[in-house]
Protein backbone atom coordinates (compact mmCIF):
# COMPACT_ATOMS: atom_id res chain seq x y z
CA UNK A 1 0.00 0.00 0.00
CA UNK A 2 1.56 3.31 -0.87
CA UNK A 3 0.19 6.23 1.65
CA UNK A 4 0.34 9.81 -0.38
CA UNK A 5 -0.66 12.22 2.81
CA UNK A 6 -2.51 12.49 5.83
CA UNK A 7 -6.48 13.13 4.65
CA UNK A 8 -7.66 14.33 7.68
CA UNK A 9 -7.63 13.60 11.43
CA UNK A 10 -10.98 13.13 12.92
CA UNK A 11 -11.87 15.03 15.84
CA UNK A 12 -14.72 13.70 18.02
CA UNK A 13 -16.64 16.63 19.62
CA UNK A 14 -19.84 16.55 21.22
CA UNK A 15 -21.26 20.06 19.80
CA UNK A 16 -19.93 21.20 16.58
CA UNK A 17 -21.51 24.75 17.28
CA UNK A 18 -19.89 24.77 20.79
CA UNK A 19 -16.00 24.16 19.28
CA UNK A 20 -16.49 25.79 16.05
CA UNK A 21 -15.62 29.25 17.58
CA UNK A 22 -12.35 27.78 19.19
CA UNK A 23 -11.11 26.93 15.54
CA UNK A 24 -12.01 29.73 14.14
CA UNK A 25 -11.78 32.89 16.36
CA UNK A 26 -8.61 31.41 18.08
CA UNK A 27 -6.68 29.40 15.20
CA UNK A 28 -8.01 31.71 12.25
CA UNK A 29 -9.22 28.50 10.79
CA UNK A 30 -12.47 28.62 8.31
CA UNK A 31 -15.04 25.91 8.16
CA UNK A 32 -15.45 25.18 4.19
CA UNK A 33 -18.16 22.45 4.85
CA UNK A 34 -20.65 20.95 7.04
CA UNK A 35 -22.88 17.56 6.26
CA UNK A 36 -24.79 14.89 7.79
CA UNK A 37 -23.51 11.21 7.18
CA UNK A 38 -26.90 9.55 7.74
CA UNK A 39 -24.93 6.11 8.00
CA UNK A 40 -22.18 7.02 9.87
CA UNK A 41 -24.53 8.63 12.22
CA UNK A 42 -22.85 11.88 12.57
CA UNK A 43 -22.46 15.63 11.10
CA UNK A 44 -19.21 16.48 10.37
CA UNK A 45 -17.67 20.15 9.58
CA UNK A 46 -14.31 20.47 7.70
CA UNK A 47 -11.62 23.06 8.14
CA UNK A 48 -8.15 22.95 6.02
CA UNK A 49 -4.88 23.07 7.98
CA UNK A 50 -2.36 23.60 4.66
CA UNK A 51 -2.88 20.43 2.52
CA UNK A 52 -4.54 18.48 6.03
CA UNK A 53 -8.36 18.88 6.80
CA UNK A 54 -9.43 18.64 10.46
CA UNK A 55 -13.05 16.63 10.41
CA UNK A 56 -14.97 17.24 13.19
CA UNK A 57 -17.35 14.78 14.35
CA UNK A 58 -20.81 15.37 16.09
CA UNK A 59 -22.80 12.06 16.86
CA UNK A 60 -26.26 12.49 15.41
CA UNK A 61 -27.93 9.56 17.84
CA UNK A 62 -26.83 7.38 20.70
CA UNK A 63 -26.25 5.06 18.70
CA UNK A 64 -23.41 6.88 16.89
CA UNK A 65 -19.98 5.19 16.93
CA UNK A 66 -18.31 8.90 17.96
CA UNK A 67 -20.94 9.16 20.48
CA UNK A 68 -20.06 5.54 22.02
CA UNK A 69 -16.18 7.15 22.08
CA UNK A 70 -17.16 9.92 24.03
CA UNK A 71 -19.27 8.07 26.52
CA UNK A 72 -16.07 5.85 26.81
CA UNK A 73 -14.26 8.82 28.15
CA UNK A 74 -12.88 9.57 24.35
CA UNK A 75 -12.39 13.15 23.20
CA UNK A 76 -10.23 14.73 20.52
CA UNK A 77 -8.36 12.74 18.09
CA UNK A 78 -10.68 10.15 17.28
CA UNK A 79 -9.31 8.60 14.08
CA UNK A 80 -6.66 9.44 11.44
CA UNK A 81 -6.83 8.98 7.74
CA UNK A 82 -4.74 8.52 5.44
CA UNK A 83 -5.17 8.70 1.25
CA UNK A 84 -4.30 5.79 -0.40
CA UNK A 85 -2.58 5.70 -3.89
CA UNK A 86 -3.84 2.30 -5.20
CA UNK A 87 -7.43 2.42 -4.39
CA UNK A 88 -9.04 1.54 -0.75
CA UNK A 89 -10.48 -2.03 -1.87
CA UNK A 90 -6.35 -3.04 -2.98
CA UNK A 91 -5.41 -1.52 0.46
CA UNK A 92 -8.14 -3.22 2.47
CA UNK A 93 -6.66 -6.73 0.89
CA UNK A 94 -2.94 -5.91 1.50
CA UNK A 95 -4.29 -5.49 5.16
CA UNK A 96 -6.43 -8.37 5.19
CA UNK A 97 -3.50 -10.55 3.80
CA UNK A 98 -1.49 -9.03 6.33
CA UNK A 99 -3.79 -10.15 9.81
CA UNK A 100 -4.96 -6.67 9.97
CA UNK A 101 -8.90 -6.42 11.52
CA UNK A 102 -10.92 -5.15 9.10
CA UNK A 103 -14.08 -3.04 9.89
CA UNK A 104 -15.15 -2.52 6.88
CA UNK A 105 -14.29 -5.59 4.14
CA UNK A 106 -15.43 -3.04 1.02
CA UNK A 107 -15.00 0.37 0.82
CA UNK A 108 -18.05 2.80 1.44
CA UNK A 109 -19.30 6.48 1.01
CA UNK A 110 -18.04 8.68 3.22
CA UNK A 111 -18.00 12.53 4.14
CA UNK A 112 -16.55 15.07 1.60
CA UNK A 113 -17.09 12.77 -1.57
CA UNK A 114 -14.35 10.14 -0.60
CA UNK A 115 -14.36 6.18 -0.45
CA UNK A 116 -13.13 4.86 2.85
CA UNK A 117 -13.32 1.87 4.97
CA UNK A 118 -11.46 2.06 8.78
CA UNK A 119 -9.13 -0.77 10.39
CA UNK A 120 -9.82 -1.87 13.90
CA UNK A 121 -7.36 0.00 16.24
CA UNK A 122 -7.12 -3.28 18.08
CA UNK A 123 -4.60 -4.31 15.00
CA UNK A 124 -3.40 -0.98 14.42
CA UNK A 125 -1.46 0.16 17.71
CA UNK A 126 -4.53 1.47 18.99
CA UNK A 127 -4.98 3.76 16.75
CA UNK A 128 -7.99 3.86 14.37
CA UNK A 129 -7.40 3.91 11.21
CA UNK A 130 -9.19 5.64 8.06
CA UNK A 131 -7.80 4.76 4.47
CA UNK A 132 -9.35 7.43 2.23
CA UNK A 133 -9.51 7.58 -2.10
CA UNK A 134 -10.81 10.77 -3.47
CA UNK A 135 -13.63 9.26 -6.70
CA UNK A 136 -12.35 11.96 -8.84
CA UNK A 137 -8.59 10.66 -9.04
Request: proline content about 4%.
Amino acid sequence: MKISKIEHLGIAVQSIDAVLPYFENVLGLKCYKTEVVEDQKVKTAFLKVGEVKLELLEPTCAESTVQKFLDNGGRGIHHVAFCVEDGVAEALAECDGQGIRLIDKAPRKGADGLQIAFLHPKSTVGILTELCEDPNK
